[in-house]
């Protein structure tokens, strides 16, 4: 028997909390985030790395609140998506494979939704200027601050030698964030202390040069979407996970789908109960679920009684394969033409050069690096 449900994302009211100050206790600012709501013109900005397919995490926690953000902007607003290629070169890369994840990165991204001609989406080592901020930036920072940020810490703390780039990237992003004047960022709660960093560094740029040519940017929080590795629920899905049935890819194919579902982690009970404490790995699934159909947990227990984990999770199986399809259909014809996905690339960076050129140049003006 089939069950079908097509893809219903629930409409929810973007997290951003009106006139409210968040302090993380580490003696730095606290963040600043503002309601969009009376806001007349935004620039919106968000990165993501090249590095391996998107998986679920990555579609329902950042690139499908991109397209919602797209669909739903104002005449008003501007949007900037940029695949930050010199931050995936902060770990080894090879060179012939990061070239081709960029392409693909496009690919996916453009198969996914982003419409090239409402979001301005770009590759950030074609655009030189955000290496000269950096520079400027990180001028203006110190090293304990940099050493708070916990994802440095969790990068890090496997590592026998410890790269500066890791260490310094997150003035990077402040960089790719303040380039632009960017005035909101789209985030996940995990994201929140690098906005925190960039909204520091525009505070203290403006302070010491007496100017206001940078806005402090504000996060705007999408739903949260923390799925769980599908082999350990006590860890997060990750790309970066050496297991690749730890995570259902985006473009996986229909086969892999079912495959990695049917070997996903659940328990000895077999009835499908919703429990994220005792039952950590069912309640996954339903998550996975949840984020397809837009259904509650306790809509999906009720619709799913009398089936076993196994059953269920050929139910699950057969939404994500139905609701993906769209999606890796378009991935592949996008593959088949390469010329038109270059230029979707070519033609932001013309764009995002263009803007950038003219705020470096400002910067280089007010801190004397220019007559």
């Not at 929140?192 to 403006?206: G, K, M, P, S, T």
Request: charged share 25%; proline share 5%; aromatic share 6%.
């Amino acid at each position: 028997m089939m069950f079908r449900r097509t893809l219903r994302f629930t409409r929810s009211t973007l997290t951003v909390v009106c006139q409210r100050r968040r302090c993380f206790g580490d003696g730095s600012d606290c963040l600043e985030t503002v309601s969009n709501e009376g806001e007349t013109r935004r620039r919106i900005f968000s990165g993501i790395q090249p590095t391996g397919s998107l998986h679920l995490g990555n579609y329902f926690g950042a690139v499908a609140h991109w397209v919602r953000l797209q669909n739903s902007q104002k005449t008003t607003d501007e949007i900037l998506l940029c695949i930050v290629d010199l931050h995936s070169i902060t770990m080894p890369q090879d060179p012939t494979v990061l070239r081709n994840n960029v392409f693909r990165m496009t690919a996916s991204l453009l198969a996914c939704g982003i419409d090239p001609e409402r979001t301005n989406l770009f590759q950030q080592s074609n655009v030189s200027e955000h290496t000269g901020l950096s520079w400027v930036l990180t001028c203006l920072t110190t090293m304990a601050r940099l050493g708070r940020l916990p994802q440095y810490k969790e990068k890090s703390e496997k590592l026998k030698e410890k790269p500066v780039g890791l260490f310094v990237y997150p003035v990077l992003q402040s960089a790719d964030i303040l380039l632009y004047k960017a005035t909101h960022i789209p985030v996940g709660e995990d994201q929140l202390q690098h906005v925190q960093l960039a909204q520091d560094l525009a505070r203290i740029f403006n302070r010491k040069y007496e100017t206001t040519l940078f806005p402090r940017p504000k996060p705007i929080l999408g739903p949260a979407t923390r799925l769980k590795s599908l082999r350990d629920p006590m860890k997060k899905m990750s790309k970066s996970d050496a297991d690749p049935k730890s995570r259902i890819e985006v473009f996986d194919t229909a086969d892999e789908t079912v495959d990695k579902l049917k070997k996903a982690m659940t328990d000895c009970t077999s009835a499908i109960t919703y429990d994220p404490v005792s039952r950590a790995a069912v309640a996954n699934l339903i998550d996975v679920h949840c984020l397809f159909t837009g259904q509650t947990p306790q809509q999906i227990c009720d619709e799913c009684r009398g089936l076993d984990t196994g059953q269920y999770k050929l139910r699950l199986a057969e939404i994500v394969n139905e609701n993906l399809l769209p999606f890796r259909n378009k991935l592949q014809q996008l593959l088949r033409d390469a010329g038109y996905v270059k230029n979707v690339l070519q033609k932001g960076d013309q764009k995002a050069a263009s803007m950038a050129a003219e705020n470096w140049s400002e910067v280089k003006r007010i801190i004397g690096l220019s007559q």
